[in-house]
Antibody, heavy 119, light 107 residues
Framework: QVQLVQSGAEVKKPGSSVKVSCKAS????????FSWVRQAPGQGLEWMGG????????SYSQKFQGRVTITTDESTSTSYMELSSLRSEDTAVYYC????????????WGQGTLVTVSS | SSELTQDPAVSVALGQTVRVTCQGD??????ASWYQQKPGQAPVLVMY???NRPSGIPDRFSGSSSGNTASLTITGTQAEDEADYYC??????????FGTGTKVTVL
């Protein structure tokens, strides 16, 4: 059974960084792509970027380019998303989502991690 | 970057049919996928590809696509189908985008 388990809620100061983890179980980690999606309070879903571990391929939304870094650690089947220069508008729930390599859909999602940016 | 546009809200009587649409240029080249999200929960994949349902998704959900528009249809809508629905697609650059979301209310 596939599971994506994310790290716990974070409270951060403006200007700081946050790193959220997503540990995958079930399936062969490197054969999947992992994306990060965020949802601000009362707002829609927003794709931030993704990584294909097998190909070491990264892609980022233009909106977050330069501020977001997505990585993976195959030894622990974990994907990470680090967002820097945090501002209050980055307060949101951050989700990781798995996509089969070559497929166009996200078949499994993490439970979400609330990141609150407040002084 | 590409955009996907959805109607903000639709309502449907219990047991009736509702269609949720998603418009965008990327849909001329790539199939949309659809996600259901209930309050306080993570999104759940309900439709992908030409008209494919993941295991566990009821067959009252169906998908279609024509030109720059993708549609998710719920036939015989149930109370538990009340949720937000988002489409998603990739663009020619390999980037992904979500639609603006549609709130489906079951009357």
């Amino acid at each position: 059974q596939v599971q994506l388990v994310q790290s716990g809620a974070e409270v951060k100061k403006p200007g700081s960084s946050v790193k959220v983890s997503c540990k995958a179980s079930g399936g062969t980690f490197s054969t999947y792509a992992f994306s990060w999606v965020r949802q601000a309070p009362g707002q829609g879903l927003e794709w931030m970027g993704g990584i294909i571990p097998l190909l070491a391929t990264l892609s980022y939304s233009q909106k977050f380019q330069g501020r977001v870094t997505i990585t993976t650690d195959e030894s622990t089947s974990t994907s990470y998303m680090e967002l820097s220069s945090l501002r209050s508008e980055d307060t949101a729930v951050y989700y990781c989502a798995r996509r089969g390599d070559g497929s166009l859909h996200f078949d499994h999602w993490g439970q979400g991690t609330l990141v609150t940016v407040s002084s | 970057s590409s955009e996907l546009t959805q109607d903000p809200a639709v309502s449907v009587a219990l047991g009736q049919t509702v269609r949720v649409t998603c418009q965008g240029d990327s849909l001329r080249s790539f199939y949309a996928s659809w996600y259901q999200q209930k309050p306080g929960q993570a999104p759940v994949l309900v439709m992908y590809g030409e008209n494919n349902r993941p295991s566990g998704i009821p067959d009252r959900f169906s998908g279609s696509s024509s030109g720059n528009t993708a549609s998710l249809t719920i036939t015989g809508t149930q109370a538990e189908d009340e949720a937000d629905y988002y489409c998603n697609s990739r663009d020619s650059s390999g980037l992904y985008v979500f639609g603006t979301g549609t709130k489906v209310t079951v009357l």
